[in-house]
Each structure stands twice: as C-alpha cells, then as structure tokens.
T-cell receptor
Framework: KAGVTQTPRYLIKTRGQQVTLSCSPI?????VSWYQQTPGQGLQFLFE???????NKGNFPGRFSGRQFSNSRSEMNVSTLELGDSALYLC?????????????FGEGSWLTVV | AQKVTQAQTEISVVEKEDVTLDCVYE???????LFWYKQPPSGELVFLIR??????QNEISGRYSWNFQKSTSSFNFTITASQVVDSAVYFCALSETDAGKSTFGDGTTLTVKP
C-alpha cells in the first residue's frame, strides 16, 4: 500500500513569489491535513480537507490556501512568499480524522524562501 | 485551548540504556486522543501509538511502552534497551474529536550513542 506522497520534495523560491505543493493521500483516504514545521514554531496545523471541503483551518494568514480534488489529492498554495515561510510542509492523510482515526504523514516538502 | 508540553528538549543516552520521554497535556475536553510520532532525519512523521481518553491501560509494543495517566495529564513513552536506530525526534500530540487538527509538543530529540 503506497504511503502519502508529497511533491516536490525540495524547492527554493524568492520572496514575493508563490508556490504550490501537492499531496497524494493513501488510497481510500478522504481526509488530508497540512502542517507547517519550523524550528521556531514547531509543528502547526494549517488546514484539513475532507471530501473536497475545508473542514478545519489553523491560524495562518490568507496567503495560505488549499484545495482538495475529487480523487482526494490536495494542493496547498502560498502566495507572496516571505522569508518566514521557509519550512517543512507536511501532509497527512486519514480515512476520516473524526473519532481519532490515525493520520499518516508524508515525507514533506522542504521550502526555502530567499 | 489545547497544549502539549514536552519538557525534555534533548536526551542523550548510551545504547542499551532505558529512556523515558515525558509528555504533559492540557485539554478541556473529556474525549480526546493522544499520539506519539517519531521523526527521523528524512522528515516523515512515523506513527507510533494512538490512545483515547477512555483507555488508560498501559501498552507495550516490543521495546516501546507507554504510560497514560489522566490524573496527571501525562502520556509518557519509554524505550527499553535503546538502540542507535532509535535516534530521532519524538513528538507527542493531542487532538479532540478531529485528529486531523492535532496539537503537537515541541518534540524531544533523542540521541542514542553506540
């Protein structure tokens, strides 16, 4: 059973640019969550999608957005990049996160903003 | 608001020593879920265990064991006879109904020296 796949794995962007990260969940999983990991702030929840609908959102500015497609694949977009957006972005999938079902993480996308 | 505290930032042990990683949490919910994850240098968070608030039984899985005590809001993780391969960052996480929106501790970096 294939795990959670995130692309690209590494990327470098310039301040002011935008970036799109992709996440393919485990087959059969309908929930996709996104997290940002930085040395200073640790792991922080960005948002969660279930069946193409955003179900939860963390405390991030509107520059961070996402969507989920009918095949459960998800993308997140960060516009007008800032240096502080440099982080590891982790995607997690689950059959359904309600009732505490286990979430499985991908290897992440390492974003560096210069 | 939820909060997870992992007071130990870094722990260093010599191979075959036992080591306990502490996790203290705060939540107002009566139903919640606790998780431990391992993060190797590759970045992927590897699920280790899930425990719901109604199940206070301790659990043992090979060299790993977990002690859940609601009275002290703690969910500690012990590795017996540690090995070099156990070197990683370990995260404790808490979620309420929706595991997709988990609150993570800051992590404990475990180094096991040969």
């Amino acid at each position: 059973k294939a795990g959670v796949t995130q692309t690209p794995r590494y990327l470098i962007k310039t301040r002011g640019q935008q970036v799109t990260l992709s996440c393919s969940p485990i087959s059969g999983h309908r929930s996709v969550s996104w997290y940002q990991q930085t040395p200073g702030q640790g792991l922080q929840f960005l948002f969660e999608y279930f069946s193409e609908t955003q179900r939860n959102k963390g405390n991030f500015p509107g520059r961070f957005s996402g969507r989920q497609f009918s095949n459960s694949r998800s993308e997140m977009n960060v516009s007008t990049l800032e240096l502080g957006d440099s982080a590891l972005y982790l995607c997690a999938s689950s059959q359904d996160t309600y009732s505490g079902n286990t979430i499985y993480f991908g290897e992440g996308s390492w974003l560096t903003v210069v | 608001a939820q909060k997870v505290t992992q007071a130990q930032t870094e722990i260093s042990v010599v191979e075959k020593e036992d080591v306990t990683l502490d996790c203290v949490y705060e939540t107002r919910d009566t139903t919640y879920y606790l998780f431990w994850y391992k993060q190797p240098p590759s970045g992927e968070l590897v699920f280790l265990i899930r425990r719901n608030s109604f199940d206070e039984q301790n659990e043992i899985s090979g060299r790993y064991s977990w002690n859940f005590q609601k009275s002290t809001s703690s969910f500690n993780f012990t590795i017996t006879a540690s090995q070099v391969v156990d070197s990683a960052v370990y995260f404790c996480a808490l979620s309420e109904t929706d595991a997709g929106k988990s609150t993570f501790g800051d992590g404990t970096t475990l180094t096991v020296k040969p």
